[in-house]
């Protein structure tokens, strides 16, 4: 007759339960996994997947029974952990669709908007436009694959039952706060174009008073808007992979 004890059911249960809670966290907070247009039970089998995968190689797991209140309290600072990583390259996403934002209200668009699922909110039409092309790029530049690698590189870094230092925090929240300067590059381009398109229809209504500035302008602004966005697209890639690798270190540096 097989007898098994609490002791061996606690190790049993840690060794995919500690795991799992980093992961869930990880890939609920992540972009691309974390979409609410992912069903909850793809992200929780996916998880469940990648904690039977990765359990055999972590190690030693603490000693604490996982209903403890130890055990409870480790089960929380992996979702801290796992939620800090996802962030750290959901920023990236956030910074593209601020871009957006700004080049559609400079071009006039501020109006059309869509209802963007990921954020529960009306997003205008660029910011979700280029949230769509951040996407698919990531896909394509295997992203997803990168994030599941830093995922099980920090099982080695940050072991199970060790607490995030002081200074982990504070990268976070420096790269979070970057998500302003990386905006405003992504649109700078389109924003100088229309900042001079602007100022030359001021000078133009100077000149000529009867001319319908609405009825000019709009179209004009539009036109140049669109037209120096898709002449930056084949530099929006490049930049969006040295955001993700960035994204990556700064998830990699999370101790």
Do not use: C
């Not at 089998?45 to 996982?66: F, R, W």
């Amino acid at each position: 007759m097989i007898s098994i004890t609490s002791a061996q059911l606690d190790a049993w249960l840690a060794v995919l339960i500690y795991p799992l809670a980093r992961i869930l966290a990880m890939l609920a907070s992540a972009p691309v996994f974390g979409n609410k247009q992912v069903p909850a039970r793809v992200k929780i089998g996916l998880s469940v997947l990648l904690a039977i995968i990765i359990a055999p190689t972590i190690g030693e797991m603490p000693p604490v029974a996982v209903g403890s209140p130890q055990g409870l309290l480790i089960m929380v600072q992996q979702i801290i952990i796992g939620i800090t990583m996802g962030f750290s390259l959901r920023i990236i996403f956030t910074a593209v669709e601020m871009a957006g934002e700004l080049i559609g209200l400079q071009m006039g668009l501020g109006f059309a908007s869509f209802y963007d699922p990921m954020n529960a909110s009306f997003t205008p039409i660029i910011a979700r436009w280029l949230g769509m092309i951040a996407a698919l790029a990531f896909l394509a530049m295997n992203g997803h694959l990168q994030i599941l690698s830093a995922l099980a590189e920090s099982f080695r870094t940050l072991p199970i039952g060790s607490t995030m230092s002081g200074s982990g925090y504070d990268g976070v929240a420096r790269w979070g706060g970057s998500i302003f300067a990386y905006a405003l590059q992504i649109s700078l381009p389109v924003l100088a174009a229309l900042l001079i398109t602007n100022i030359a229809l001021a000078i133009l209504t100077r000149a000529a008073p009867q001319l319908n500035l609405f009825a000019v302008g709009f179209p004009i602004t539009l036109s140049i808007g669109f037209l120096v966005l898709s002449m930056s697209m084949p530099y929006f890639v490049p930049l969006l992979d040295r955001l993700v690798q960035e994204g990556l270190g700064a998830m990699s540096h999370i101790r």
